[in-house]
Nanobody, 123 residues
Framework: QVQLVESGGGLVQAGGSLRLSCAAS????????MAWFRQAPGKEREFVGV????????VYADSVKGRFTISRDNAKGTLYLEMNSLKPEETAVYYC????????????????WGQGTQVTVSS
């Protein structure tokens, strides 16, 4: 069973950039498809993007395409989310999630979750 810990959140101005990390332990990281989700206050958890177990395939939500990049380092057991041109409406808690069955686009597809890291984008 894998444990996930996100880091790298913080306060950034609109148009700025942040890089989130998700460190995995207790499992075989390279066997999991890994995703990022986000949840703003009062809203449902929203899919941001996913990367396949080998890092070859990525899928992004339309709202972040061209601005966000997901990558992973299987040797380090770490997932990354590079976020550029951030918008105030992207203020949310960002979560990483793991799934060793299929590449999913909904929160219900994922069995393992981190505790989240807050990203606040000021206008």
């Amino acid at each position: 069973q894998v444990q996930l810990v996100e880091s790298g959140g913080g306060l950034v101005q609109a148009g700025g950039s942040l890089r989130l990390s998700c460190a995995a332990s207790g499992g075989t990281f390279s066997s999991y498809h890994m995703a990022w989700f986000r949840q703003a206050p009062g809203k449902e958890r929203e899919f941001v993007g996913v990367v396949s177990w080998n890092g070859i395939n990525t899928v992004y939500a339309d709202s972040v395409k061209g601005r966000f990049t997901i990558s992973r380092d299987n040797a380090k057991g770490t997932l990354y989310l590079e976020m550029n041109s951030l918008k105030p409406e992207e203020t949310a808690v960002y979560y990483c999630a793991a799934n060793n069955k299929w590449i999913g686009y909904t929160a219900s597809s994922y069995d393992y979750w981190g505790q989240g890291t807050q990203v606040t984008v000021s206008s």
